[in-house]
């Protein structure tokens, strides 16, 4: 199971969908022109968001206290 995750990863990187760290670069559709939406912030530092396509409305990534979920 954890080398099919690597394999699905590794293709989305490659496809130019993620960085390595797991940012989101680009839409499935293809789109760069992503945005951030329910932001949360602890302190001064924003903790939490998540990643929208502003072009089709795709959910591309989750971000919370220093990972990605994908």
Do not use: S
């Amino acid at each position: 199971m954890e080398d099919e995750y690597k394999k699905y990863i590794d293709k989305k990187i490659e496809d130019g969908l993620i960085a390595k760290d797991g940012t989101p670069l680009k839409c499935f559709c293809g789109c760069t022109n992503l945005g951030n939406i329910n932001e949360y912030y602890e302190e001064h530092w924003m903790v939490e968001y998540i990643v929208k396509c502003k072009e089709c409305g795709r959910q591309l990534g989750h971000y919370a206290y220093g990972c990605w979920e994908l």
